[in-house]
């Protein structure tokens, strides 16, 4: 008891044997999939939402959707600060799942009732009042739901397994490739299914309806997994330990760095389970973080530990993968946009069946769908053979 309570004073994860692993990942994995086939539905489908039934023009349309979009992705980041610092993560991800399903209500209600619509003979007229109030606020609580759910998510799912374990260590590696499935498995029934119900059949309210329930029975499957999850206790946000670095460090801006790096300020009590990582010479001018003023006691926003520092240079390091991924999204977003805007004036026809302008992405998921299984069930075990890594070859060189 004493231990756990230690433990959880310090924001530390708590391992049970009997729980964790790939039983409480299952939980994740279905409810993933449920979820995201509302979301990825939704992302590809919405702008003809907002040409035919809200009346925007072209680039209003493709605007507002790509704000949406990026609204939601912003928004992890409040639900990942959430789930360290205040709540467990399954109850981050129950608080917001029940913002998403309000947000789902609002929106299937303004798709249902007609007199929430523009006026139907006006070409040009964009919703105005209470029907534009409820527009907005729907698609932001939505944004909000959808973001809260994958700041917390995938965390929850690496919490299951222990680093420490080896055995559990690569079964990390191999989590996230099953997540990834799961999430292609749901997006590929929501641009099909869904997306065909939505705008081939005009029946917004149905599709939104239909969506919530879905993602219902996705939130009630995780409920299920309660008792097999390993929850982490919460404590501090690495968000406000990168926070804490840069004041810090621009606060000891005009102190002079230690000519050894053993001189940086460190926590070497053997009562610390927190590990350890050796100092870097790289950005040294991070380093004056560490660098503790003379009759100044180690305090959090007086000195930080090279470790923090350390764990601060490693986001640093990984700056120009996250700004390569603002070129790929630039082109998914004329993906989700103007290429379905443009499938609406072409021949949608294949044999006898006729595909909605919104289905295209369908193509990407369908090859993502067949090559994760392909990766992970013949490439890594090969290449683990050969490099003797536990995931066949690093994350850098995939």
């Known amino acids: 008891m004493d231990d756990t309570m230690e433990a959880a004073e310090k924001g530390l994860k708590i391992f049970h044997p009997r729980k964790g692993g790939y039983r409480a990942a299952m939980f994740i994995f279905v409810m993933t999939g449920l979820e995201n086939i509302g979301f990825i539905a939704n992302m590809v489908s919405l702008v003809l939402y907002f040409l035919g039934v809200m009346h925007f023009g072209s680039a209003d349309a493709s605007t507002t959707l790509t704000n949406f979009i990026g609204a939601t992705f912003l928004l992890t980041i409040l639900g990942g600060f959430i789930s360290d610092t205040y709540m467990t993560r399954l109850n ?197 973080a560490a660098v503790l003023a003379p009759d100044t006691s180690p305090e959090p926003w007086k000195v930080c530990t090279v470790t923090q520092v350390e764990e601060i240079k490693i986001l640093t390091r990984m700056l120009p993968i996250l700004a390569s991924t603002i070129l790929m999204n630039t082109c998914l977003a004329q993906l989700q946009t103007f290429s379905v805007q443009q499938g609406i004036f072409m021949d949608l026809s294949l044999g006898r069946f006729d595909i909605p302008p919104a289905s295209i992405p369908v193509i990407p998921l369908v090859f993502m769908s067949v090559l994760v299984p392909v990766y992970e069930f013949a490439f890594v075990p090969l290449a683990r053979r050969l490099t003797g890594h536990p995931t066949g070859i690093t994350h850098c060189r995939r």
Not at 108 to 129: F, R, S, V
Not at 216 to 221: A, H, K, R, Y
Not at 245 to 250: E, G, L, N
Not at 261 to 285: A, C, G, M
Request: charged share 20%.
């Open 92 to 288: 981050t991800v129950l608080m917001f799942g029940l913002v998403e399903m309000v947000g789902y209500i609002l929106v299937t209600i303004q798709a249902h009732y007609k007199n929430l619509h523009p006026d139907p003979t006006c070409l040009t007229c964009k919703p105005e009042g209470s029907s534009k109030t409820l527009f907005y606020l729907s698609f932001c609580l939505l944004a909000l739901g959808y973001g809260g759910v994958r700041g917390a998510l995938p965390a929850l799912g690496a919490d299951q397994f222990d680093r420490k374990d080896p055995k559990e260590r690569k079964q990390l590696g191999s989590f996230f490739n099953w997540l990834l499935m799961s999430i292609t498995l749901g997006a590929t029934f929501g641009v099909t299914v869904i997306v065909w119900v939505s705008s081939e059949k005009s029946t917004w309210a149905v599709g939104f309806f239909s969506q919530m329930l879905i993602a219902i029975v996705g939130f009630g499957f995780l409920t299920v997994g309660k008792p097999f999850y390993r929850n982490r206790v919460a404590g501090d946000s690495p968000l406000l330990y990168v926070l804490q670095v840069i004041v810090v460090a621009i606060r000891n801006r005009k102190l002079s760095l230690p000519d050894s790096s053993e001189q940086l300020y460190e926590i070497n009590d053997k009562e610390v389970v927190e590990e350890k990582i050796p100092h870097t010479d790289q950005f040294r001018f991070l380093d004056k």
